[in-house]
């Protein structure tokens, strides 16, 4: 958190720390600072440990986070179910021979 401090300041350091929402290893921030400082951040996330590599994914208009495509609109934010590319949208029979819990 010192070089997100240094590079933005206090309070956006401590914004930064409380908003910080991740699933597992998929994390999700609105950001109204410029490209450049958002292209700042992922370079010190990158070089917080050699293990961890983070990835950015940038849009003003939509993005896929997990399951789900969140939108911008006139400064609204909605959502729709995002399909990826490889989903065959085949689903099981209730009464298939497939265990209950793969169901």
Known sequence: MKKIKENFGDIFSEYFKKFW????DDIFILWNK???????LNEILNSLHSDLNFTMEFSM????F?????ILESNE???DIHYKPTDSKQYLLFNSCHPKHTR
């Open 34 to 40: 410029s490209k450049d400082d958002l292209d700042t």
């Open 66 to 70: 997990l399951d789900i495509n969140v």
């Open 21 to 24: 929402k991740r699933f597992h």
């Open 77 to 79: 934010i909605s959502t």
């Open 61 to 64: 208009s939509e993005l896929p």
